[in-house]
């Protein structure tokens, strides 16, 4: 048997930019594209939610293995008056207990507990989303 690993994805290397001003509003994402949706949905008129729901969608196409909605996310939102914070991290099926990595009531051995689907969790990032944007979805 053999077993290749790979990084889950390339490292893009640092460059030196320097800093910048925004008057009206700014977006940053990991990916141009994905800096692009957020920003054509402030122009829009839409609010920072909106455009981080964009770059959160376009981010699920262009890096899924790191920005997927098959994950979860945090996310930390201020309104001018009021800072909230959101949860989106993956959370454990409803159904498990405190059994579930024990067999005879030993612990499993780690990669039957951690590498394989009894540890996968529930994705919180399109709840998360859904919670935090302003609009009915």
Do not use: C
């Not at 893009?12 to 910048?20: A, D, F, H, L, Q």
């Not at 409803?94 to 996968?120: H, I, K």
Request: hydrophobic letters at 40%; zero cysteines.
């Amino acid at each position: 048997m053999r077993l290749l690993l790979f990084p889950p994805e390339s490292e893009s290397g640092y460059e030196e930019k320097p800093g910048w001003e925004a008057e009206t509003f700014a977006v940053a994402a990991a990916n141009p594209l994905a800096t692009d949706a957020g920003y054509q949905v402030l122009k829009a008129g839409g609010n920072a939610i909106d455009a981080a729901i964009a770059v959160q969608m376009v981010l699920n196409l262009v890096e899924p293995q790191s920005s997927g909605i098959g994950g979860g996310a945090f996310l930390m939102h201020y309104d001018g008056s009021e800072v909230r914070a959101y949860d989106g991290r993956e959370t454990a099926p409803q159904g498990v207990s405190g059994e579930l990595f024990l067999e005879d009531g030993e612990p499993l051995e780690f990669n039957q507990a951690v590498a394989s689907g009894l540890s996968v969790g529930v994705p919180g990032t399109l709840r998360m989303l859904e919670k935090s944007s302003r609009r009915a979805w």
